[in-house]
């Protein structure tokens, strides 16, 4: 069986039927335990305080904002090279999801980092770089809506997700390029005196997890109703034409 069977609408739509329920559930349990362990059961830091916590939500959020980009970028990939409608409309569907949590990751970020820093913001090299990756997810949602012909939208929508894969790698390892700014570096390292404590790692790894199947579950179902919405619209042009 190969993989590229589940970009026939139809074969997706069954597996996505059967999945989801088994995704719903788990990512109900992990998030519920994760933000429940990480904010009663959790002692507060040395330093911080209880304002550490806003990790269990600003930090999921903020990888999931990046690797919601980067799928939709390898569905855009896969739009160009080979067609399948299902990547395209997948694409499509993750934006939305993605920007929601580049929203929350910068409402989070800015409380965290008001009492840390003394600021709400600053033009942090990582900061910058993600506040450029949320301009483009909003272009990204806009130029779909803007283009009435999908393919077309897809085709646009596809390049600018390449232009705009920049920022979201810039997001991710600005630390590294710039050894300079406010933004703390990594939170989960495979060095360990880089790491937090785990006490906090552990429970947010679950809430990671939580995150991963929320966006799962979330595209999932938005790429249903996108492929639901294709069908109706190519139904409704037939009726027209008859």
């Known amino acids: 069986m190969s993989v590229w069977e589940y970009a026939n609408p ?10 989801l329920p088994w995704v719903v ?11 429940v362990w990480g904010f009663f059961f959790t002692p507060d830091d040395y330093k911080q305080g209880s304002t550490v916590k806003i990790i269990y939500l600003h930090v999921p959020a903020a990888m999931m904002a990046i690797n919601a980009w980067v799928m939709m970028l390898v569905t855009s990939l896969i739009w160009i090279v080979r067609r399948h409608h299902v990547s395209a409309l997948a694409a499509k569907a993750a934006a939305p ?47 779909w809506a803007a283009i009435e012909d999908p393919d077309t939208a897809a085709d646009l929508t596809s390049i600018l997700c390449l232009v705009g894969s920049v920022f979201a790698l810039l997001s991710r390892y600005a630390v590294n390029f710039w050894n300079q700014g406010l933004h703390q570096g990594a939170s989960l390292s495979l060095d ?24 799962l579950t979330m595209v ?5 109703t996108e492929i ?11 009726e027209r034409g008859t």
């Open 10 to 19: 139809k074969k997706f739509m069954q597996t996505s039927a059967w999945a």
């Open 25 to 35: 559930g788990l990512t109900v349990l992990l998030l519920v335990t994760g933000l």
């Open 97 to 143: 999801v993605g920007l929601t949590f580049t929203l929350i990751a910068l409402v989070t970020g800015a409380l965290w980092g008001q009492p840390m820093w003394g600021t709400w913001w600053a033009w942090d090299p990582r900061l910058t770089s993600f506040l450029i990756l949320t301009l483009f997810y909003f272009g990204y949602i806009a130029l």
């Open 192 to 215: 360990k005196e880089e790491n937090v404590s785990d006490v906090f790692w552990v429970p947010l790894l679950v809430c990671i997890a939580g995150f991963v199947l929320l966006f």
């Open 220 to 224: 999932l179902m938005r790429t249903r």
């Open 228 to 238: 639901r919405a294709r069908r109706l619209k190519a139904l409704l042009a037939r």
